[in-house]
């Protein structure tokens, strides 16, 4: 039987990073949490996790299936996997292109359409998409990366309007640069190698890793989406992370589009 403050949640991209983060805060807050990777496998700190590709339908269909018949409901959906592409975007081909979209927002979607239809039956659910600071302007040598994220903003604010007379809530969070795999497992695109913006791009690569090497860990992230599980009325958007990064959130409200163009051409050193 479930505690009355108990949720079922599911995370997505559970393995590692942020999703880790996430899903092992909300398991040690009490909650019946499921995880998920492409590989499945043993989970941690009360947390079951399940195999699913967010890149294929009858995976993601499958596994919210799952969480519904194991645990009877469906409460709260963590979408955060994805990965990153980094190259300029004239190197940047169609196929790579497509491939960045289909794991970062055709995936979001696919999990979104898997989980509404439990949520809508039950009148109650929280959506939670893991964005970017990425998400609120274009990233120099990550504009795929960039565009992904900001499809999810655009996703998660009509969505929200969407859902709520539903009685489901969409917050997006967009967090700076964590501690975790991502910029590892971060793609160059094919075409950078020999590149007329090679120079230029090893160049903001080398900026990115001081800032990635300094970052908060992953848990920030986590203790953010706790307060946010918990809250009954959050906001649409959450940022979280380095107050350097943060900072762009109100530069590019508040900045004449110049300046704040000039501010990033300084700070990526493209001046």
Not at 34 to 56: H, I, N, Q
Not at 83 to 89: D, E, T
Not at 120 to 138: D, E
Request: net charge positive; glycine share 10%; hydrophobic share 50%.
């Amino acid at each position: 039987m479930m505690r009355a403050m108990e949720r079922v949640i599911l995370v997505t991209g559970a393995s590692s990073g942020i999703g880790r983060a996430c899903a092992e805060l909300l398991a040690a807050r009490g909650h019946r949490v499921f995880g998920t990777s492409r590989k499945g496998g043993e989970g941690s700190s009360g947390v079951t996790m399940l195999a699913m590709d967010v890149d294929d339908d009858a995976s993601v269909a499958a596994g919210v299936a799952k969480v519904v018949d194991l645990a009877g409901r469906l409460d709260v959906v963590v979408n955060n996997a994805g990965f990153a592409i980094a190259g300029a975007v004239e190197d940047t081909s169609v196929a790579e292109a497509r491939a960045q979209f289909e794991t970062n927002v055709f995936g979001v979607l696919r999990v979104c359409r898997a989980a509404l239809p439990h949520m809508r039956a039950q009148r109650s659910g929280l959506i939670v998409n893991i964005s970017s600071l990425g998400g609120i302007f274009g990233m120099p040598f990550s504009g795929l990366y960039s565009a992904s994220k900001f499809a999810i903003e655009g996703l998660s604010e009509a969505l929200a309007l969407e859902t709520r007379r539903f009685g489901v809530r969409v917050v997006v969070v967009e967090p700076g640069d964590m501690r975790t795999g991502l910029p590892d497992a971060r793609r160059d695109v094919a075409a950078a190698a020999g590149s007329a913006y090679e120079p230029a791009f090893r160049n903001v690569m080398k900026l990115s890793k001081r800032d990635e090497d300094k970052a908060p860990d992953p848990a920030l992230v986590a203790r953010l989406v706790g307060k946010i599980v918990a809250t009954g009325r959050p906001k649409l958007r959450y940022s979280v992370g380095m107050f350097s990064q943060r900072i762009v959130v109100w530069l590019k409200r508040l900045l004449p589009v110049r300046m704040f163009q000039w501010i990033l051409l300084k700070a990526f050193e493209l001046g």
